[in-house]
Each structure stands twice: as structure tokens, then as C-alpha cells.
């Protein structure tokens, strides 16, 4: 299995060389060249464990790591996920919730973040080498990365977050952090300017080649690979195949989705439910892909404008054209808009969920059932309640609801949402560093601090 880049002008790359190179040369993504196909194996894989379904399915994707390598790594990936099988399905109401927060950091990017921590340290210690990561986060990727690569030998981790638009809880998870080998960067700007800064960085080569820099964010494909294994777990337990409804704001969660329907698991349709910040609605109505000023809600995470993973889908959607894929990006780069033919709903649906739906959602759902959801798998609840599809719907449950008290206890009238983990961590000593949303400024922190790569990070 290689990997070649949406823009075409990379050559392809092993598994291992796509994971340390991140984001590819030639400004694109890295996929998979070909898809693997389960459709004729749906009865056996339907009868593993979560961890078992990893095992089986990521060795399709992954032949540079012997299989018996692999399987230990997905061991020790979800060995300390506080329930049962790594996810778990609940109830609520007519709606099932896909509870992906069991993890170290209480977020569904905890289940990708864990395993890509220790493919890092796996793939580095074979090949002798060091590795900057670089992230950018609008609150959960960057504790979850913390937690996947703190106190590992041979890597050091910066993370960038926009200045005051993370909440107080998320900010601590990244600041309280004691390990050397992390650096947690306040950006005095937004997350779509945390995310311009990671690519400008990466831009410049020869910076990346000399820092040894690789990409935390879902701008790597281990990332997206690990989030699909939740995709078909799921779906092997439906009676009949599921849609799903997914609170999205980079596109990397139901781009996973979708890599998982074209695997052949049995899965209807994918709801994309923005907040606010409907750039991604707006396209899948319209076909026109227009940057918007950043609004800032109560579901943070999703507040982004640019979805750094959307490129994965245009390379599909456009049959894998790398030219008229440029053209796009391009065009949207000069213009701050691109237009394309609308995908349809075959596959996709979407809608734009404000604060009072979010909110409503939260509150609706806990009367009627007890359930209390976060915000952001709120903001897909009430997508789901407003779109009707004939099959069952299982909503992405993104994070723990105590990690956004403020919003989840004004929608519940009482204070619900307290998580011992997150209510420890408070007075606990900080450590950030505030830098302007420079590239410059970045950079120079990055050198600054940084352990020295022996070889090229791609």
C-alpha cells in the first residue's frame, strides 16, 4: 500500500514515510492509492472486539510494520480506556450516541491520538531518528496529542491554540502538562490562523527537513485510518445499515466515515452538522466552498471556517483529477471562494445547528431521557432530529459533557457536568508560551526549542 498526495506532484509514500511526513510536499494530503474492500467479510469482523476489528483491518493500510508489531501497538493504544470496548453505544431516545470520550483526555480524538503517539515512537526508535510535532488545536486534538506523546524519548510536541477561544478546562488539560518534551503555544489570533500558520510552516521545506517536523493534526493519515475503525464497529452492530450524524468542523471525523462506507461497511448515509461556522453546509447545499469570518459559539471545537480535511473528499469527489483539484484549492486560496458541482445526498446530508438548537438539544434530550450530551454531540443530535433518514442514526458522541460545564449545566438548569479528572487539574501550575500569529514567531520558538532531527522528516 502507498500513499500519494491530492495534488499530485509527490511521489507515493510507505506507510511509515506518510505517518513522519504529515502533511505532503507538494502542499497536499496523503491517501491511501487504493481502498480496500471488506464488503465480503462483513460476517466475521462483525464478531470482533474493537480492538480485534483493528487488528484485522489496519494491516490492509499499513504493510511496512509486521502484523504481530501492529497488534501490540493497538494494545497498548487502548489499553487504559475506561469502559469496556473503547467506545459504547447508549441510548438516547430514538437516537443512539457513539461514545468515543473513554479515553486519557475525554475526547473522541483520544482514540486516533493514542495509537498515532505510538506509531511516532514505534517507527523512531526503528529508524534511529527524532521528531518536532507540530499541532495546531480549537481545544481537544491538542491535549489528546499531549497525552498520545508526552514523556516520549525522541519527540517533542508544540502545540498552537487561539488565545482565550479554548475552554478553561480544555486550556488546563495542554498547560498543566509537567513533561519536558511539551510546549504548549497561546496564539493571539483564531484556530483558522493557528491552522494557516501549521501549513505556512510546513511550507517552507527546508525548515521541515532541517526541524524534523511532522504533523499531529488530521492533516495525517494515521489519524483519519484510526478514526475509521470506530466507523465499522458501529455499523456491524445496527440492525440495518446506519446513518451517521457527525458534529464536524475540519472534515477529518466524517471524512473517516466516508473512507469507511467505501471499505464496504454497511453504513447509509453521513450527516455533517456544523454550528455557526457552516462553510461545510453551505457546500454541500450549494457547491460553493467560501471562507467566512470565524464565529465563536459554545461548541468551540467546531468553530473553523477552512476544513483542513476537505481536500481528502475533493480528491474523490473529483475522481482523483490532481489538476483540476489545484485549479480549486487555487482558486480558493486567491479568492477566498471556489465553487463545484453539489455532491448530492447520496451519501452526505447536512445542516447548521445555532446555539439555542445546541442548547435545546442538551436539554430536550436530558428531559426526555437523562442523557446528557457536550455541546458538540448536541450540535449533532439536533442535526439528526431535523434531518429525517429511514435508517437508524447513531450520533458521534465527541467529548465528555464536564469538559464544557458552563454551556451543559445552563441547558440542563443544575449543575450535571463534573468529571474527577478534569476538577483535579485545577490550581495545578501552568506552562504556555503567548506568541503573535506569526510564522516567524513560531519558527523561531520552534528552533529554539527543539531537539535536533538526525535525518529528514520527509
Known sequence: MRYISTRGLTAPLAFSDAVITGLAPDGGLLVPESIPDVGGELEALSKLSFTGLAKAVLPRFIDDIPPSDLSKLVDAAYADFDCADVVELRQAGAIEVLELFHGPTLSFKDIALQFLGRLFAYILEARGERLNLLGATSGDTGSAAIAGVRGQPGINIFVMYPLGRVSRLQELQMTTVADANVHCLAVQGSFDD???????????????????????????????????????????????????CVPTGNFGNVFAGYVAKRMG??????????????????????????????????????????????????????????????????????????????????????????????????????????????????????????????????????????????????????????????????????????????????????????????????
Open 194 to 244: 493557528c491552522q494557516t500558520l501549521l501549513k505556512g510552516v510546513f511550507g517552507d521545506l527546508e525548515f521541515k527537513r532541517r526541524l524534523s517536523l511532522g504533523a499531529v493534526n488530521s492533516v495525517n493519515w494515521a489519524r483519519v485510518l484510526a478514526q475509521v475503525l470506530y466507523y465499522g464497529y458501529a455499523s456491524l452492530r445496527s440492525p440495518a445499515p446506519p446513518s451517521f
Open 265 to 458: 461497511f454497511p453504513i447509509d448515509k453521513l450527516i455533517i452538522a456544523t454550528n455557526e461556522n457552516d462553510i461545510l453546509s453551505v457546500f454541500f447545499a450549494s457547491g460553493l466552498y467560501r471562507r467566512g469570518e470565524v464565529r465563536f459559539t459554545i461548541s468551540p471545537a467546531m468553530d473553523i471556517q477552512v476544513a483542513s480535511n476537505f481536500e481528502r473528499f475533493l480528491h474523490y469527489h473529483l475522481d482523483g483529477d490532481a489538476e483540476a483539484l489545484r485549479a480549486f484549492m487555487a482558486d480558493f486560496q486567491a479568492r477566498g471562494e471556489a465553487r463545484l458541482p453539489p455532491p448530492g445526498d447520496e451519501v452526505f446530508m447536512a445542516t447548521a445547528v445555532d446555539a439555542g438548537g445546541t442548547l435545546e438539544a442538551i436539554r430536550d434530550v436530558h428531559r426526555a431521557t437523562g442523557y446528557v450530551a457536550d455541546p458538540h454531540t448536541a450540535v449533532g443530535l439536533a442535526a439528526a432530529r431535523r434531518l429525517s433518514v429511514p435508517s437508524p442514526v447513531i450520533c458521534m458522541g465527541a467529548a465528555h459533557p464536564a469538559k464544557f460545564p458552563e454551556a451543559v449545566n445552563e441547558a440542563v438548569g443544575e449543575p450535571v457536568a463534573v468529571h474527577p479528572a478534569l476538577e483535579s487539574l485545577r490550581g495545578l501550575p501552568e506552562r504556555r508560551t503567548v506568541l503573535k500569529a506569526e510564522s516567524a514567531a513560531v519558527k523561531a520558538f520552534i528552533e529554539a526549542n527543539a531537539g535536533s532531527g538526525q535525518r529528514s522528516a520527509g
